[in-house]
């Protein structure tokens, strides 16, 4: 079956410039997650949409990060005015909403900002 | 906050060895514990996932521990090949659905 997909996954922008990157969760998995992951640090979490409820935007760095998620399913990571510090590797996962079952990664956009 | 610690940060082995590597977390009120493998420019393949009444997991060569009480859990690999060479990376969830919390990982290189 499909797993969950990222796009694209490679970006390259200029400092200043606005990204958008797309998650496509696995059909069905109503929890879906947004986390960075930089040049020698952990992964942290960003953003975290479950159902219908408002999204967790506990783990966004700076109002220049924001994300939806349409229809409870495909879910768009922005960031405006990027700056170099916001080179990293976003990596988008779901769920479905059982407490216990694990969470399915995509391969993550690569985000490069010159 | 939960912090996830992983050590050592890096290992080197040659093919065939058993190897384990580590993970502990302060705070012990978990709800399961995740370990993936990232390859490099990848993204995260779950291994294996424990949940928190649970005592370990197994999946082929791989055997994963969980020890909530001391908040510490360890993965086991039996016969390492050079097709285990990656990241490894633990992480917990504190909570329902609550994002995971993960540590820095352990880069792993197994020698032909």
């Known amino acids: 079956g499909a797993g969950v997909s990222q796009s694209p996954s490679n970006k390259v922008t200029e400092k200043g410039k606005d990204v958008e990157l797309r998650c496509d969760p696995i059909?069905?998995?109503?929890?879906l997650y947004w986390y960075r992951q930089s040049l020698g640090q952990g992964l942290e979490f960003l953003i975290y949409f479950q159902g219908n409820s408002a999204p967790d935007k506990s783990g966004l760095p700076s109002d220049r990060f924001s994300a939806e998620r349409t229809g409870g399913s495909v879910s768009t990571l922005t960031i405006q005015r990027t700056q170099q510090e916001d080179s990293a590797v976003y990596l988008c996962?779901?769920?479905?909403?059982?407490?216990?079952?694990?969470?399915?990664f995509g391969p993550g956009t690569r985000l490069t900002v010159l | 906050k939960q912090e996830v610690t992983q050590i050592p940060a890096a290992l080197s082995v040659p093919e065939g060895e058993n190897l384990v590597l580590n993970c502990s977390f302060t705070d012990s009120a978990i709800y399961n514990l995740q370990w993936f493998r990232q390859d490099p420019g990848k993204g995260l393949t779950s291994l294996l996932l424990?949940?928190?009444?649970?005592r370990e997991q197994t999946s082929g060569r791989l055997n994963a521990s969980l020890d909530k009480s001391s908040g510490r859990s360890t993965l086991y690999i039996a016969a390492s090949q050079p097709g285990d060479s990656a990241t490894y990376l633990c992480?917990?969830?504190?909570?329902?659905?609550?994002?995971?919390?993960f540590g820095k990982g352990t880069r792993l290189s197994v020698i032909a």
């Open positions: 424990i949940q928190s009444s649970q």
């Open positions: 996962a779901s769920k479905t909403g059982l407490l216990y079952n694990e969470q399915f």
């Open positions: 059909s069905g998995h109503t929890a």
């Open positions: 992480a917990v969830c504190n909570s329902g659905n609550t994002p995971l919390v």
